[in-house]
Nanobody, 124 residues
Framework: QVQVAESGGGLVQAGGSLRLSCEAS????????AGWFRQAPGKEREFVAA????????YYADSVKGRFTISRDNAKNTVYLLMNSLKPEDTAVYYC?????????????????WGQGTQVSVSS
């Protein structure tokens, strides 16, 4: 089993930055792909970004491309999401997810483990 826990959310003004962290514990060698999703009030959860184990391959939703950067530190079993140039429409609960399978996936159903989420609020 794997447990993942997010941290780093908060309130920031538009144009500001935040860095989210996702620490995994447990059977972490089985984790090959990590991703971030978000869910805004009244909306379905959506894919944000993902990367594979060696962090060479990354993939971003069009809405965050060029503003967000996903990275990982395997020695610390931690995945990061650096969010720059934040907009009010980025306000959401952000979830970290991990999957045992190889390859980047954008579908929620492809991820095996989920965190509880961390709130990001961007004021205008």
């Amino acid at each position: 089993q794997v447990q993942v826990a997010e941290s780093g959310g908060g309130l920031v003004q538009a144009g500001g930055s935040l860095r989210l962290s996702c620490e995994a514990s447990g059977d972490t060698p089985n984790i090959n792909t990590a991703g971030w999703f978000r869910q805004a009030p009244g909306k379905e959860r959506e894919f944000v970004a993902a990367l594979n184990r060696n962090a060479v391959t990354t993939y971003y939703a069009d809405s965050v491309k060029g503003r967000f950067t996903i990275s990982r530190d395997n020695a610390k079993n931690t995945v990061y999401l650096l969010m720059n140039s934040l907009k009010p429409e980025d306000t959401a609960v952000y979830y970290c997810a991990a999957r045992q399978g190889f390859g980047i996936r954008v579908e929620e159903s492809q991820y095996d483990y989920w965190g509880q989420g961390t709130q990001v609020s961007v004021s205008s």
